[in-house]
């Protein structure tokens, strides 16, 4: 009878979910500044939190991490593995700051009831969010799409879209702040991640060479000598974290670049929080003379 019930249940099973909303491409806004930022050094924190699952844990390291400018990866909105939460909406409110999220994936095997489930990058500021828009990468692995062979259950991730880059403008004492929040692709060659991590870069030639611009995040590259981590070098970029131990797993996977009228301090890999498979990066931005 089971046997039945299953062969019965299969087909539903493998037509269900949705194609990604009209909106999909657009990165959502919320929060509020509750204590305007009137500094001139700026707290970067930059973390995959893997989705928020511990969310009670995150949420009290970001507290203690005291960051003026938050870099998140694998953030969740409305996944049953999240408990159905706007995650980046929550600790934004937690913290008192703006947030803008961009969505990577519809997540087909992580919805509740009828609101999609989406995962992507959040970028959390005291410093006001002049504006946002996300890169959505024109090279993508194609094995995250859902196949008509199997069920869309969340073990398989069965997901539509593709990675992307959460570009986020801010104003500072010494002018603009341009923040890419980059979660390049944990699949395929690293070929595939450095085409990604060059379209970031000619984006970013479209600010004057004198601006301040951050290339953060989880880069995926798994080793610390990647042409992936020479490109921004390449470009201009200096790296002021990275190629240490990021992970549980023991691998140098996330990565900070800066370019611009900033010199920086005190920058430092957490691996004492363990409220994510990652661990948070800090470092402070100092203007220069």
């Not at 994936?105 to 509740?112: A, H, M, T, Y």
């Not at 992970?247 to 929080?273: A, C, E, M, N, Y």
Request: aromatic fraction near 8%; charged fraction near 25%.
């Amino acid at each position: 009878m089971r046997l039945v019930c299953l062969l019965f249940l299969l087909p539903l099973m493998l037509a269900s979910g949705a194609e990604p909303p009209p909106d999909f491409d657009e990165v959502r806004r919320g929060g509020a500044i509750r204590e305007a930022f009137a500094g001139e050094t700026i707290r970067l924190v930059c973390w995959n939190i893997e989705r928020g699952q511990q969310f009670a844990a995150v949420g009290s390291a970001l507290e203690l991490l005291s960051g003026d400018l938050l870099l998140l990866q694998e953030v969740d909105l409305n996944a049953r593995r999240s408990g159905n939460r706007n995650i980046a909406a929550e600790y934004a409110g937690r913290l008192g700051h703006d947030f803008a999220f961009a969505p990577e994936f519809l997540e087909l095997g992580q919805r509740v009831g009828g609101a999609d489930a989406l995962h992507g990058q959040a970028t959390l500021s005291r410093l006001p969010i002049k504006r946002a828009r996300l890169i959505r990468h024109r090279e993508q692995d194609p094995s995250w799409r859902p196949s008509r062979f199997l069920p869309r259950w969340g073990i398989f991730q069965p997901r539509y879209g593709g990675r992307v880059a959460l570009v986020t403008e801010h104003e500072t004492p010494r002018g603009l702040l341009v923040a890419y929040n980059l979660h390049l692709e944990s699949r395929g060659p690293e070929s595939l991640r450095l085409a990604q991590m060059r379209e970031v870069l000619e984006d970013a030639r479209r600010y004057p060479r004198n601006t301040a611009i951050l290339i953060a995040g989880d880069l995926n590259t798994k080793r610390a000598h990647s042409p992936v981590l020479e490109a921004p070098v390449e470009a201009g970029f200096t790296a002021i974290l990275g190629g240490e131990i990021t992970t549980k797993r023991g691998q140098p996977l996330d990565w900070i670049f800066l370019r611009g009228p900033f010199t920086t301090s005190g920058g430092r890999v957490h691996s004492h929080i363990r409220a994510s498979d990652h661990y948070p990066l800090t470092v402070t931005l100092i203007p220069k003379p």
